[in-house]
């Protein structure tokens, strides 16, 4: 079973320029969720997808936008880069929101390192 | 008010001991909890899931949970240094959503 990964590990950007980040999920999952964790802080969260939609939306400008591909991949994109972008970003892939109620546990990739400068 | 709280830390406690982490949360229709454990630099990694009041046991871990109470905890029995890590508290929030909220987390410290 393949976990989640993420590319790429670490990344420099400057101001006002934009990135796109990947994620692949763990094999049967398809769910993949996006958190933005600043230093001390517990992951915010981005975006969740379900199936090639967008399954919910944290308190994030639409300058963070994503995509979900049919194998349940995924892309964080973020244009207009802001200092405060500088932050780890971390994927996680869940089975599904199948309707039941949870368990819905989350599986974290490695995550992408953002340096904003 | 915050969603899920956790003291910061750090705690500290000796090797040997046990650390209790514990976890409050706003939201009384919340169903489902997690624990998870992240090392510095590193992505967070689940270690226990909790649904229903009571303990549940897992290893050196043990996850409390009091609903009445809004608040979950995490015991870990016989500390080692390689247990000196954040611990994130995740909560599922009432209303349909199934994306976990999450805690600032607690600093822990095992010293020798």
């Known amino acids: 079973e393949t976990g989640v990964t993420q590319s790429p590990t670490h990344l420099i950007k400057t101001r006002g320029q934009q990135v796109t980040l990947r994620c692949s999920s763990q094999?049967?999952?398809?769910?993949v969720s996006w958190y933005q964790q600043a230093l001390g802080q517990g992951p915010q969260f981005i975006f969740q997808?379900?199936?090639?939609?967008?399954?919910g939306r944290g308190n994030f400008p639409p300058r963070f936008s994503g995509l979900q591909f049919p194998n349940y991949s995924s892309e964080l994109n973020v244009n207009a880069l802001e200092l405060d972008d500088s932050a780890l970003y971390l994927c996680?892939?869940?089975?599904?929101?199948?309707?039941?109620?949870?368990?819905?546990?989350?599986?974290f990739g490695p995550g992408t390192r953002l340096t904003v400068l | 008010q915050k969603e899920v709280e956790q003291n910061s830390g750090p705690l500290s406690v000796p090797e040997g001991a046990i650390a209790s982490l514990n976890c409050t949360y706003s939201?009384?229709?919340?169903?489902?909890f997690f624990w998870y454990r992240q090392y510095s630099g590193k992505s967070p990694e689940l270690i226990m899931s909790?649904?229903?009041?009571g303990d549940k046991e897992d290893g050196r871990f043990t996850a409390q949970l009091n609903k009445a109470s809004q608040y979950v905890s995490l015991l870990i029995r016989d500390s080692q240094p390689s247990a000196s890590a954040t611990y994130l508290c995740?909560?599922?929030?009432?209303?349909?959503?199934?994306?976990?909220?999450f805690g600032r987390g607690t600093s822990l410290i095992v010293h020798p």
């Open positions: 997808y379900y199936r090639e939609e967008e399954n």
């Open positions: 939201d009384r229709g919340s169903q489902s």
């Open positions: 909790i649904y229903s009041n």
């Open positions: 094999s049967g999952h398809n769910t």
């Open positions: 995740a909560v599922l929030l009432s209303g349909g959503s199934y994306i976990p909220t």
């Open positions: 996680a892939s869940s089975p599904g929101t199948s309707g039941t109620p949870p368990p819905n546990e989350q599986f």
